[in-house]
Structure formats: C-alpha cells, structure tokens
C-alpha cells in the first residue's frame, strides 16, 4: 500500500518533468496568446489613440516620404514599424507591430530568469513562465499599452 502511494508520487513528478520538456512549447503559447491580446487591445479604435499612437503614424509616413524621421527621436522603432505599415496599411500595422514587440517582452523574461534560478531551484521552468506570464499580464504593462502604444 505505502509502495502505491509512493509509485503514484513518482509519476506525478515524471509527469511534471515531461510537462517542464515543453517549455519552449509554453512559452511561445504565452507569446502568441500575448499578442493577440494585445492586439485586440489596440484595434478597439479604428484610428490611434493614446499620446503616442499620432506621433507613431507621423514618424512612420514621414520615413516613407523622405527616408528620415521628422525629429531627432531614436528611430529603431519607427523603422521596425515600417514593413508593418507598407504591408498592413498605417493604423493597422503600427498596431500590429507594437503587440509583436511587446509580446516578445516574455522571451528575453523567460531567459533572464531561467539563468537566474536554474541554480537555485530545481523547478525554475515554472518560475521562469510564471514570470514571463506576469511580465505581459500585469496591470501597469496593459495600462501602458493602451496610454502610450
């Protein structure tokens, strides 16, 4: 009887041993389950919105006419977003690509904390999701989001 419990015991922790192998498998699941959240999050509104979401549009056409940004701003992300718009039109895919670069922020999440734990605890996959899940589902994260793109 004790033997029972104990080889029940013995696969439930090969069964969470089996389910921590998928862990590349989770975490692109959040990734893609952050990104159509926080796509649906963005298209509520036809047009941009937020303090940001014009300034977005402006840099981004201004790219497409002249090559260059209309200020002096670091210009990775307007020119991350370009393709976006040639494909998908300008408040379409300025939209797009912000919930894609802010759904991956559960990557390098994920990564950083794995490295951290994985010497200090024996279950730091679970962890490491947890974390990733609450670095793109948190209350601050949606907020920004919807204030500043």
């Known amino acids: 009887m004790l033997s029972s419990k104990s080889g029940s015991f013995s696969d439930k922790k090969s069964n969470i041993k089996k389910l921590l192998q998928y862990k590349w498998i989770s975490l692109s699941i959040l990734v893609i389950f952050s990104f159509i959240f926080d796509l649906i999050l963005l298209t509520k509104y036809n047009l941009s919105y937020g303090r940001d979401g014009p300034y977005y549009d402006i840099q981004v056409k201004n790219i497409l006419q002249t090559g260059s940004t209309a200020s002096n701003d670091p210009p990775f992300v ?5 393709p976006f718009v040639v494909t998908f039109g300008s408040f379409l895919g300025i939209k797009i690509a912000m919930s894609l ?7 390098p999440t994920f990564l950083i904390l794995n490295h951290i734990l994985e010497k200090k605890h024996s279950h730091s996959t679970i962890f490491s999701l947890l974390g990733s899940f609450l670095s793109v589902f948190n209350w601050y994260y949606l907020r920004m989001i919807e204030d500043f793109m």
């Open 101 to 107: 670069i802010s759904s991956l922020i559960a990557v």
């Open 78 to 82: 307007y020119y991350y977003m370009v």
